[in-house]
């Protein structure tokens, strides 16, 4: 970035006031509150100050040291017959990953009471599914219910919904149904081919339709540009109303699929996708996700100054490892984070 710099003020209009093309970069309007050049040029502002920035945004609407605790179980692991690029589960692949049936339902209740009983407050199911059939949307059901009645909020991952698959969720009581957008369109071709941004965007509304609440987030990392990125973050915050949740991954580079040798992300350049995610979703719970194991304490801590509130909590997430749960209660512990929903 050039151009002289201008101290930040907590006025947030002003944010951008210091770039060099203020003036230029289009205003936000009620259909497009967050136009891409804003989003851009939040990711080019100062690192200090997109810091200060996300932090005065995070710390007007969350309690301080609020974290959410969630738990991730692969209910159906591998087989899947969708290309995603980043993804080990895809039968396109030679990964190692074996491919599974859906759990039991008494499997699945084991798991939840587990995580229940290390402090999460959220379990997450995930099926690799392209899109699930009738009778798979019975069976998860069961489990929502089961999850339901441990006392932890639900969250569903099965791929793409048909609107009466949405509403059967949201009558078994689903609270949140993950959806991601993985990357900004422009790029997301180069990352699958199997399916369509489009197709993305209407199983989130056919989500939001049902009246459960969207988990939505994508992936950084794949080789996409700084464009790429706040394009990603634009198309969330311009959702009506933006997810309730938002996942922030960073790729972990998988031996066998396509991209496994993608330029690793500098670090910093991860903090400045959750600082800008914050800013541009006051609301949402931005959620440190896939990758988070090897961005080790300091760039942790750094998400969490950024704004991060929710991790992923659990040996395992799907398929690929995340920091044993003892390791992350120590960190919180040092940080002074914690679950306020089950600190009660
Ligand atoms: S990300 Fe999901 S849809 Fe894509 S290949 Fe993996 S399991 Fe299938």
Request: with cysteine; aromatic share 6%.
């Amino acid at each position: 970035m050039s151009g002289p710099y201008t101290p930040y003020t907590s006025d947030t209009t002003s944010a951008l006031h210091w770039h060099p093309q203020a003036a230029a970069i289009p205003q936000a309007t009620a259909a497009d509150p967050w136009p891409v050049a804003q989003v851009q040029a939040l990711f080019e502002m100062p690192f200090m100050a997109l810091m200060l920035h996300a932090q005065t945004v995070h710390h007007a609407h969350w309690p301080a040291g609020d974290i959410e605790l969630a738990t991730l179980l692969s209910v159906k692991t591998g087989g899947c017959p969708e290309n995603c690029g980043y993804c080990p589960q895809s039968a396109a692949y030679d990964t190692g990953v074996q491919a599974g049936k859906l759990m039991d339902l008494a499997e699945v209740t084991r798991a939840a009471q587990a995580a229940k009983e290390a402090g999460a407050s959220r379990f997450c199911m995930g099926a690799a599914w392209r899109a699930p059939k009738d009778r798979d949307i019975a069976l998860v059901s069961a489990m929502i219910a089961a999850v339901k009645a441990l006392g932890l909020e639900s969250c569903a991952t099965l791929g793409m919904l048909a609107p009466h698959q949405a509403q059967a969720l949201s009558d078994a009581g689903l609270d949140y149904y993950n959806h991601n957008l993985d990357t900004g369109p422009d790029y997301y071709r180069d990352v699958v081919s199997t399916r369509q941004y489009e197709e993305r965007l209407d199983t989130l509304s056919h989500v939001r339709a049902a009246g459960i609440r969207v988990c939505c987030g994508g992936i950084v990392g794949m080789g996409e540009t700084p464009v790429d990125r706040a394009a990603l973050l634009a198309q969330l915050a311009n959702m009506q109303p933006y997810p309730e949740s938002v996942p922030i991954n960073s790729l972990v580079r998988v031996p066998g699929t396509p991209l496994a040798d993608s330029e690793p992300l500098d670090p910093l350049d991860f903090v400045r996708v959750i600082a800008v995610a914050r800013i541009v979703m006051p609301q949402a719970r931005i959620r440190l996700s896939a990758g988070r194991q090897q961005l080790g304490e300091a760039v942790q801590t750094l998400c969490f100054m950024a704004g991060a509130n929710s991790i992923f909590y659990g040996d395992k997430l799907l398929v690929t490892g995340n920091p044993e749960a003892d390791s992350d209660a120590k960190l919180l512990a040092k940080l002074g984070l914690a679950s306020l929903k089950t600190a009660a």
